[in-house]
């Protein structure tokens, strides 16, 4: 166990991720919507020690309800749109839908377009666009503190 | 890999005496599938004995046949499969749940589970965290599971019907679309049947260079499904270290094959990595590092009494059970199935004197499923070791050198065990191209084994297969 909480100490100031910067969060709420698997893979990556996107105020969460960004990879099959739509009707305003990869944004697909019913664009309104085959994690976690400010908003006198 | 591959055609009438002939002759079942024939579809079997590939085929007049499910278990959800896609009706298979199908209706898909205080769980398509789309329904009395029915498909694509009319030399674009993190063993399979086909044999650069993708593949995914499972235990320390241990596998893939999932590095007919000395020796250096102290990890954990706790005697896939349905990979050599793609020196790879790896405790349970990935690891770190101490002189090639087959089968194993290709080709096209991965083969294990269990263990013993989604359904 110590050996193990000091090799993650060493490759924490090894990597040394710059300091957060303006103050803020995204509840991320990830569908799979006929991806290869590929674009889950390096979200889960940028939660591990090289990225760390905790640290930036991002975080996965379990149900939609809890969500700000709904994050859609893969083709969006005709099988996956159903839940893909419960799924955003379940969200509180305001929401951002975020399109992650190629698939997702309709470059590039392989697959029988009778099993389609995306890209992603089709079905909702895309705020946020990350291409890559798949994005790496630090594109994604850039892509995602850049949509930060869409959620922003003056912080009204009478309710501080 | 691959043999002299002819179609032994067989009367209709014969297919079920055929079939068990050719177990009685040791024939082991790789896969079943169906090619479209207008009216009178096409069934093939293909079985792999101590010579070669055999692959059996039959005519199911006006679309029926003679279901070989109770003679070869294994092929339950092939003829499954054939059924949905392909409207092959197979007399003796009863009932035909729905696989690839999504009937509206729930009683063409779940078993029937009726008692006291029996009640249904719904979990998925989506679930709660970042994992692929796949539907759940648990059948339990409280706590405890009494069958589980799984509806997968959600994320079907239609990959292989994409590949039919497709140039030969584009099969490997789709067979490696179907799944990234099997990228490599799926697109070789792949690439594997068409040179077959083609009647290619690799050279000894392109059989060294791709040895070094598949082991580069099966490094960080084993070092993924280790994450996962302290992931799945609640452990995250253990989690964090090996989740980074595969950042930087994914990034000695990036430095020696230019992508953190090895993407468009197998092709038909060559090969395309290029190592130099420098960079070979390098990569080498990082490979040792990453092995060693994924080695000090596991011992680690092996002392952590509560992660131990929760491993053993849970998810238990017995030996007769894995036989029965043909698990695969670590998986089968969990439960002491000595089994491996890789044993027996392959044709077209290089893995001389290679043994299945042997768990300390082949006991089936999520403990065993564990431990024979962390064996793996040492061997894959010692294979890719060598290859990188004497990396392969060019990319290479295949060359002509053996006889044309009239079907292709390659045969790889993926990080979660065997995983074949079939081809067939029409004038110089892709006509039928079937993909038949270790998670397809394993998936129906996962139902048997959870059987019993209480629901909180469900994701440990699902993470135990760590099995994918998108190269089942394709």
Known sequence: MYVMYKR?????????????????????RHVDCGSCNGCEHELANAAAPHYDFGRYGLSMVASPRHADVLLITGTVTRRMAGPLLAAYEAMPEPRLVAALGNCALGVDVIANPDELAGPAEDLLPVDIRIPGCPPSPSEIVEALLDAMPLLRRPIRKDEA | MTGQIAIEDVEPGDWRSAVGAAIQAGGQFDCLYAVPAGHDPVVRLVMRDGVGVRVLSTV?????????????????????EAHDVHRVHFDGHEPMRALVGHPADRDAWITPVEGPDVHEVAVGP???GVIESGHFRFHVVGERILHLDLRLFYKHRDLEGVAAGLDLARGVAVAQRSCAPCAVANSLACATAIESLMGLEPDEDLRRGRTILLELERLYNHLHDLSALCSGVGFDPG??????????????????????????????????????????????????????????AWRTLTFMESVQDRLGGIGILDRDQALRRGAVGP?????????????????????PGLEPARPDRPAGDVAARAGVRAVEIEQTGAILGELLARPPCGPGLAVAGRRQAAVGVGRTESPRGATVCCVEAAGGRI????????????????????????????????????????????
């Open chain 1, 8 to 28: 993650l100490q060493q490759l924490r100031r090894g990597i040394a991720l710059p300091a957060p910067g303006v103050p803020g969060s995204l509840a991320l």
């Open chain 2, 331 to 351: 998986t089968a050599r969990a439960s002491g199935i000595r089994t491996d793609a890789r044993a027996g020196s392959p044709a077209g790879l290089w893995y």
């Open chain 2, 60 to 80: 199911a007049v006006a679309s029926r046949t003679d279901s070989i499910v109770d003679l070869l278990p294994a092929a339950e959800w092939d003829e499954r």
């Open chain 2, 431 to 474: 006509a039928r191209l079937h993909l038949r991965t270790a998670s397809f083969a394993n998936w129906p294990a996962v139902a048997d084994v959870v059987a019993g269990a209480i629901m909180p263990d469900f994701p440990l013993i699902n993470k135990s297969f760590e099995l994918c989604y998108a190269c089942v359904d394709r």
């Open chain 2, 126 to 128: 989506i679930h709660a």
């Open chain 2, 239 to 296: 989690a964090m270290t090996f989740a980074a241990l595969k950042e930087r596998a994914q990034r000695l893939n990036l430095r020696v094959a230019g992508h953190r999932f090895l993407f468009d590095t197998i092709r038909t007919g060559g090969g395309t990595t290029v190592l130099d000395q420098a960079t070979a020796h390098e990569a080498g250096g990082e490979l040792a590092s990453i092995v060693r102290e994924a080695g000090e």
